[in-house]
């Protein structure tokens, strides 16, 4: 309670607060992508919020940046002034500095800035001009509040952060930057001049001495013909090492993600596999690999799990019924537990024409000559496939959520299941949200959201799910309300095992952020 | 320094077995009085100090006029307000004791507010209305620091401390230079916020370097006040001491979690020990000139200055008071009506720290024992809701250290930790403190807890008291 000025007390207390919630009062204009996790190695370690506070002149803003702990408390607050079309998209801690990642839309750069632990601003990088296809994957991130964007990261305990950027005049081929406060060292790997494939970069990992990138190859923007590659670059210098090659003699690959065995040199890849020859945008996978190569890139073991041979002959005839291809099961993530299993999560769905909207279409062309029938994508249930150390199927768990209809535009029709998927993904269309690894607890968290899809913004039944397997049991699924009156909301990834939830109130210029913990 | 809370066990006065024998339980206390309506009133349809105050004045002033008699009205609706206790009468005691010493003193006779609120606080406003806080009672040594913390309060009463800085901040408000810089900061395209802000930190910097002088001058007043009473004055003044450690009951309460949780039901897991936060230790530095604003926007100056100003003021004093052996009974009964009140507002981690203070330090405490296996069980339910956070706030980094470990001990814990905690307490508790309300309270705990020798043990406990008892 506010104490009032005119009762002179002798208040020499001020008590804890017990509240359940971190409010930001006066916010005058805030965009709720502005907000994120920080992470470090790989886990959360706190969160951002960025907002102006102030016009300094025609082009530019005040922009305050407040950092908040594992528990929502304030660790530090920043002002700066830059552009205002600059938006915070992610922040990342090295465990000795902060690196902070702008993106303009206006001029179409992207700016990293670094802070050591006094808030000091130690370096400042600034990209060229994006080009377009760069572009296009920003501003889709942004519009789409989407965390899981793999152009930057820390890497862990090797030290310094990765950025990877596209820029003018290139039309293809990438940049990576990687630069560390606490050594000073600063490097850039661009993608051959002479590569005349177009090239679409995402991090992988790293160890202490090379940083791997998934770089996704395609003759050209419109083309359906991918392959996927993986470029290792050496950390101390940047230097390109080699290339784990798209495909073998049998199959071609798809990685989704990677993870390195200490004490080694080793690092394994998981994805999914398809014949040779297939195009990788339109054909269904034919089951998920575990690749594992030495800091050479030589090949030290490859294990492949079929969807017809292995898994499908251990499914119940209930899970075989909902999972009739699964082809049309989009692969969020695959990944190591704490105790060493293999996991991949996927939700199902199913492409279907969009009667209503293809008719509009038509009705809208006059003639019906150009008009350009929509499909519409039936998002369904989520699976999580689980694999022991040697990668062999040992269950499949699905998740029944409500099925969801998203209209996928005119023409949509003619796209396979796969880019539409693909599409879904950026457009944020699925509920998963993300898969949390908690090592303290040795258990980890596969978040979704559920809720009436044909509600309105009272989001009454939203719920945020938390599904945590600990070792040797089952999951257990806890739920959190989202129902609120809120004009925007968000989840943010938190510090293991709880979750940060986000709610904008644009009438009271009032932000809250509250911290719930799952329950299993 | 350190707060030095000598406690030797007193034997118990006439009040406290009665209370706890249930003749007068919590349910009975007062929290109506008709006296308390009527000056309310009374006071609300004679506000002096708008006396005298222009249109464009009274719009700065008058909501929060408003604003404060409403949550006097609130406080008193949610039994914030106790009346007719022996606490009363002693606070009621001390503070005529005061006032019939210095009747010439006083435009008007004050009224006296006892508040159940934890906070070590007491207030009178700018109508003569005194809160004393339960909170404060339970810390203070004897009367005579209770009576120098009234003596202090009503000194800025008698010299209309309220009135002054009013008239100072409307005077910087209302002058032409402060209302040309709004209107020169309205006009600006830019850097509007900045500058308000700016303006604004100058404002309070004025404003609390002149409350440090108002509470110079209220000290000085209250040993005046204290001279023709029965108070002595070398006594009084060490309530400065007291308040100079006012978080005592978070750094001088031992948790000791490795023994109060390390039992053979439930053997004490590292993990619930363990901090898991990764240290973030990302931080601005202040600038010197944001330090020495940080520092001038405490109004209070500092316990210690204080008490040594004092010291210098007066001399020696020999009084004595016969009442000093009945006031460990009235601390005893503050902190425990304290300590309900917390439970009823279920701030159930700081009332967990309190009963472990108590618990060590009293002997009467033991009851409390019943309390800790509803406080656990009330953490169960809340967080199978998500709302721990509102019974036990998050680790920050200002908490102390040992309570900062209790906290993270609680939100280590799940659902079902909480259950079997509670199961555990319960098999602690002596059979004469077990009871079937006791067991209603705590029937969410037994659902959720899996662990059935626990239950077996607990129900077997119960049916000690009563034979046919069951879950």
């Known amino acids: 309670m506010k104490r009032n000025q005119l009762i002179i007390g002798l208040m020499l207390f001020s008590g804890i607060s017990f509240s359940q919630k971190k409010t930001f009062s006066d916010i005058r204009k805030f965009r709720i992508r502005n907000t994120g996790a920080i992470v470090q190695s790989g886990e959360v370690t706190g969160s951002y919020i960025f907002y102006q506070k102030d016009k300094v002149d025609k082009k530019n803003n005040l922009y305050v940046i407040e950092f908040l702990g594992p528990n929502l408390e304030s660790v530090g607050t920043k002002e700066i002034v830059a552009s205002k079309f600059e938006n915070l998209t992610q922040a990342a801690y090295d465990g000795t500095s902060l690196c902070l990642r702008f993106f303009n839309p206006r001029e179409k750069t992207i700016s990293y800035q670094l802070y050591d632990n006094k808030a000091s601003l130690v370096k400042e990088l600034k990209s060229g001009e994006l080009n377009k296809y760069a572009l296009m994957t920003e501003n889709a991130a942004l519009n789409q509040n989407l965390e899981t964007f793999s152009n930057f990261s820390e890497l862990g305990q090797a030290g310094g952060f990765v950025g990877y950027e596209a820029t003018k005049p290139k039309k293809t081929g990438f940049d990576v930057q990687y630069f560390d406060a606490k050594s000073g060292k600063k490097w850039k790997y661009s993608s051959p001049a002479s590569e005349s494939m177009h090239l679409y970069p995402s991090y992988l990992c790293s160890t202490d001495k090379i940083v791997y990138t998934l770089v996704a190859k395609k003759k050209s923007a419109m083309t359906r013909d991918i392959d996927y590659h993986v470029y290792a670059n050496r950390l101390s210098d940047g230097k390109y090492m080699f290339d784990l090659p798209p495909k073998d003699n049998k199959y071609q690959y798809m990685y989704y993600s990677a993870f390195n065995h200490p004490g080694t040199d080793h690092t394994t890849f998981l994805g999914m596999y398809f014949n040779l020859g297939d195009k990788l945008l339109k054909a269904k996978s034919q089951g998920l690999v575990m690749h594992t190569i030495n800091s050479k890139g030589e090949d030290v073991e490859k294990k492949h799990v079929s969807w017809a041979r292995d898994i499908s002959k251990l499914l119940t005839a209930d899970q075989r019924l909902k999972i009739k291809d699964a082809g049309n099961m989009y692969f969020h993530h695959i990944f190591r537990s704490p105790q060493g299993k293999i996991y991949a999560v996927a939700e199902q769905y199913k492409k279907v024409f969009a009667a209503g909207a293809s008719a509009l279409s038509m009705l809208g062309s006059g003639s019906g000559a150009n008009a350009h029938p929509s499909a519409k994508l039936v998002i369904e249930d989520l699976f999580v496939y689980e694999f022991s150390k040697n990668f062999e199927l040992e269950g499949v768990k699905v998740f029944d959520k409500e099925k969801s209809n998203q209209n996928m535009g005119p023409g949509s029709l003619y796209y396979s299941s796969q880019i539409l998927g693909k599409l879904a993904k950026g457009y944020g269309f699925f509920d998963y949200a993300y898969t949390q690894q908690n090592k303290v607890k040795d258990n980890f968290t596969v978040c979704y959201m559920d809720y009436n899809k044909d509600e309105g913004k009272k989001r009454k039944t939203m719920k945020f799910y938390a599904a945590t397997k600990q070792a040797e049991s089952d999951f257990v699924t806890d739920k959190i309300s989202l129902e609120t009156d809120a004009t925007s909301l968000r989840t943010l990834r938190a510090k293991p095992g709880h979750v940060v939830i986000l709610e904008y109130f644009k009438k009271e210029k009032k932000l809250e952020m509250r911290l719930e913990k799952f329950n299993y | ?471």
Request: glycine share 2%.
């Open chain 2, 1 to 471: 320094m350190g707060l030095k809370m000598k406690k030797s066990i007193k034997i118990i006065a006439t009040v406290l077995p009665l209370f706890f024998s249930g003749i007068i339980s919590y349910a009975q206390l007062i929290y109506k009085s008709d006296q308390f309506d009527r000056v309310i009133e009374e006071k609300k349809g004679d506000v002096q100090i708008l006396e005298g105050l222009s249109k464009e004045q009274l719009n700065i002033f008058k909501p929060h006029i408003t604003s404060y008699f409403k949550t006097l009205e609130y406080n008193y609706k949610d039994s914030l307000y106790l009346f007719s206790t022996e606490i009363n009468k002693k606070v009621q005691d001390i503070a005529e004791s005061i006032y019939n010493a210095n009747q010439d003193r006083f435009t008007q006779k004050p009224f006296f507010i006892l508040s159940t609120s934890d906070q070590p606080n007491a207030f009178c406003d700018f109508n003569g209305i005194m809160v004393v806080n339960t909170g404060l009672i339970e810390l203070v040594d004897d009367e005579h620091q209770l009576a120098f913390v009234i003596a202090h309060e009503l000194a800025h009463f008698i010299l209309k401390h309220a009135e002054t800085s009013m008239s100072k901040a409307l005077g910087v408000l209302g002058s032409s230079e402060f209302k040309g810089k709004i209107k020169e900061i309205k006009r600006m395209e830019y850097n509007k916020v900045k500058k308000f802000e700016n303006l604004m930190k100058d404002l309070a910097i004025k404003t609390s370097s002149h409350s440090r002088e108002l509470e110079s001058d209220a000290d000085a007043l209250a040993v005046e006040l204290l001279k023709n009473t029965r108070f002595n004055l070398s006594k009084a003044i060490k309530v400065m001491e007291v308040l100079e450690e006012v978080d005592w009951f978070y750094e001088n309460v031992q948790y000791n979690l490795s023994a109060l949780y390390g039992t053979s039901e439930f053997p004490l897991d590292n993990i619930f020990l363990t901090d898991p936060d990764k240290g973030f230790s990302f931080f601005q530095q202040q600038t010197e000139k944001e330090k020495k604003l940080q520092d001038s926007l405490h109004t209070h100056p500092d316990c210690a200055e204080r008490y040594k100003t004092l010291q210098g003021s007066i001399s020696n004093d020999s009084k004595t008071s016969n009442e000093d052996e009945l006031f460990s009974n009235i601390k005893e009964l503050s902190a425990d009506i304290t300590l309900k009140r917390l439970l009823k507002k279920r701030a159930l981690a700081y009332s967990y720290s309190r009963i472990l203070y108590l618990e060590k330090n009293q002997n009467w405490a033991k009851e409390y024992q019943v309390y800790k296996a509803n406080i656990f069980n009330q953490f169960s339910e809340a967080q199978k809701k998500h709302r721990l956070n509102s019974l036990c706030p998050k680790k920050s980094p200002n908490m102390p250290e040992a309570f900062k470990e209790f906290v993270v001990f609680i939100h280590n814990q799940s659902v079902k930790d909480f259950a079997k905690h509670a199961l555990v307490h319960i098999l602690n508790t002596p059979i004469e403190l077990l009871s079937k309300e006791l067991a209603d309270d705590i029937k969410q705990a037994f659902e959720v807890c899996e662990d059935e020798a626990l239950k077996i043990k607990v129900a077997s406990h119960y049916k000690r008291k009563f034979l046919d008892f069951n879950f």
